[in-house]
């Protein structure tokens, strides 16, 4: 029998949707809560004094006034960008073309792509991100390296090699037929091995042919249990360019179905200037949206419709989007993503923010019967908080007359330095390493 480790504090527990249900109804904290940890995953959540009765010879690591949460889901990264996050000046076309494309030329080198998986994938830990969706470049090396790097910290992860073969420079573009054969190699040595799930990743409409959207779409038809992912309707220049590329498209949303890339497995970044057609065709097909709130401000793409679209029943989730995003923190995600929602008329609450970074994430991506919330059978992935991790946090959090109150302010001012702890697959993380370059 494997050991059991019993975490006791204050637990973080979802039983439904607060975006389509009333938040109180779908989630609540546990102020004297408890979770059991049995090898790999979770084997049962409720009040401390039961379950310490039910399992005396579990060892005990009490966490106090901690939040325990599930991992933060990131849906929506890019891992190779981690050394140009931060970029100045640029919108996106001109950011891509000028800090991204050549950053991701270097990630050719395996030992470079290598560095900068570690790299990113510590960092993403350090802030209490146990799983993320990313892509990669268009090298098929950055693939291995990111999986082989997650596999060796034993994280679920998402990913696929990014497809593009016109609109990037030489050197960073494949063909129809190579984005093919290179993702159906990677896909059938990563797909399933371990914790690693395959992404088939057409970067966006622009930077592919309709060749290449439609290889891509059979290769998709070929494998429907792998997710698709891409970008949708981020900048008003883009969808004007994406118009020009596409003359025949019905409108963005278009370009990806009519070569067979819309499904319920699909995931798309941004999505923040939709038509109405193409809102009514993701509810009905189900595919799932990401929320980019930093990035989206960052790159001053815009503010997207997060609670009309929850109101369609759209899955949704929350993502960083580094480095196009200006940070890997989900606190920082969270924090912006209600800002924007503020711009937009919608207060959200901290238990909607706090699910959509762990179980809305996980259903975008199609992992919620493994991730996202604290439940007997889920891998036993957590997020320790401090909720009074810093001076300015500790006096807010202190005046607080409810338990929501005292976690907001970690919500909107906290970074990793709110991180306590993280467990991945029912191990807590040796310590937290600080990143050397
Ligand atoms: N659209 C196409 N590629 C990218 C990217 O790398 N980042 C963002 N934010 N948008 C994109
Ligand atoms: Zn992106």
Redesign the pocket.
Known sequence: MSVQTLLLGQTFVARGNPLETPWQDAVSVNTSGAVLIDGAQISAVGDASVLRAAHPKAKIVDYGMHLICPGFVDA?V?YPQTAMIASWGKQLIDWLNTYTFPEEMRLEDPVYAKSIASRYLDLALDHGTTTMCS?ATIHPTSVDEFFTQASTRDMRVVAGKTCMDRNAPDGLRDTAQTAYDDSKTLLDRWHGTGRAHYAITPRFAPTSTPEQLDALGALWHAHPDCLMQT?ISEQLPEIDWVRNLYPDARDYLDTYETHGLLGARAVF?HAIHLEPREIDRIAETGAALVHCPTSNTFIGSGLMDLAGLATRRIPLGLAT?TG?GSSFSMLRTMAAAYEIAQLRGTALHPAQLLWLATAGSARSLHLQDHIGTLRAGSDADLAILDLESTPAITQRAREANTVWEAIFPTVMMGDDRAIADVWIAGRKRACKEPVTP
Do not use: L
């Open positions: 929506h890019h892509f970008h970044g989007d196009g």
